[in-house]
């Protein structure tokens, strides 16, 4: 972990379905070490599995940090831990701050696009453009009413700032991404929270717009970066070894296990910091930093895989 403290748990919410609301104070009343909207926190849950979790506050509440998890009873156990084990009372640990998707101050117009408990980091980008009072439009994505977070408050802001869109489970009523994106007014900056599909949809459906006003996140809202597919090889070119990738772990993690260090943040392939050059084979691209005539050359190694049996990477 980062920087860590040692939190109270002030506030556990119910905000939706099997989506739940918690609120972290510092025990001696001090501010909080500061964050800006889009910045996570990592906490460390009762079952000792650390977890990553967008603050969905607004960035000038100093007193306090606030996430919200989905119960996800597939995962290796940190959000059921979050939501069964943790109570109003205890003490938690959690690191400070750190920001990978961050607003840029010069856009003309924000276009925030959140699926499911995606909101959660685009919940406190809207609170920081109300403060700068620039102009801003949120798409949100969810299944039903029910299972959709702050609908009070968003429901009741004007349908030009707020469009709210149910699927119902059913793809056929998925939004129409083609239509969303198909014109960019002036300088206008896209940020996406939310699963894969939805984060997939964007991408393909904003392929006309600049690659550095489209921008994205996933913290809290990917179980796994697709299927795990089967293991493959990865030659380092630069320290000679070979490793094997198995089903289900990273290039990065594969690579770190042979004792190669590299850098890497978001682990999510949203931040490009873990960004490889690829030497040679075909690789299975699953990250949301590199363009399409970027995949020959390069690869994003926290998420990406292998469509061939060997990659050779630049390490
Ligand atoms: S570490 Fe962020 S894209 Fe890989």
Same mark, same amino acid.
């Given at each position: 972990m980062n920087d860590t403290m040692l939190l109270n748990v002030t506030g556990k919410t119910a905000l939706a379905d099997g989506i739940y609301q918690f609120e972290f104070r510092s025990p001696d009343g001090k501010p909080l070490p500061p964050f800006t909207a889009g910045a996570h926190v990592l906490i460390e849950t009762p079952s000792g599995i650390g977890r990553r979790y967008s603050l969905c *506050?607004? $960035? +000038?509440?100093? !007193?306090r940090y606030v996430v919200a998890v989905k119960l996800d $009873?597939? =995962?290796?156990?940190g959000s059921v831990s979050m939501i069964? !084990?943790?109570?109003?009372?205890m003490r938690i640990r959690v690191s400070v701050p750190e920001n990978y998707f961050a607003l840029t101050d010069d856009a003309s117009d924000y276009l925030l696009v959140a699926g499911g408990i995606g909101i959660t980091p685009i919940h406190a980008m809207m609170a920081e453009l109300d403060a700068r009072a620039a102009r801003y439009r949120l798409v949100y994505c969810t299944r039903s009413p029910e299972t959709t977070a702050f609908l009070a408050e968003l429901s009741s802001l004007p349908s030009s700032r707020v469009q709210i869109h149910h699927d119902y489970g059913n793809s !056929?009523? +998925?939004?129409d991404f083609a239509k969303l994106l198909a014109t960019r007014e002036g300088n206008t900056h896209l940020y996406c929270c939310g699963p894969r599909p939805l984060m997939q949809a964007v991408r393909n459906n904003a392929s006309?717009? $600049? =690659?550095?006003a489209v921008h994205f996140e996933d913290f809290g809202t990917s179980? +796994? *970066?697709?299927e795990a597919s089967s293991g493959f090889t990865v030659t380092l070119q630069r320290s000679g070894i070979r490793v094997n990738v198995a089903a289900g772990q990273s290039i990065l993690e594969a690579v770190r296990e042979a004792g190669v260090e590299t850098p890497s943040s #978001?682990?999510?392939?949203? #931040?490009?910091? #873990?960004r490889t050059t690829l030497c040679s084979g075909e690789a299975d691209h699953r990250d949301f930093v590199l363009d399409d005539d970027e995949h020959d050359r390069a690869i994003m190694i926290c998420v990406s895989r292998a469509k061939s049996d060997e990659l050779v990477i630049d390490l």
């Open positions: *506050n607004a $960035p +000038s509440e100093r !007193d $009873p597939g =995962s290796r156990g069964n !084990d943790v109570k109003v009372g !056929d009523q +998925s939004l006309g717009w $600049p =690659s550095l179980v +796994s *970066n697709g #978001c682990e999510a392939g949203t #931040c490009g910091a #873990c």
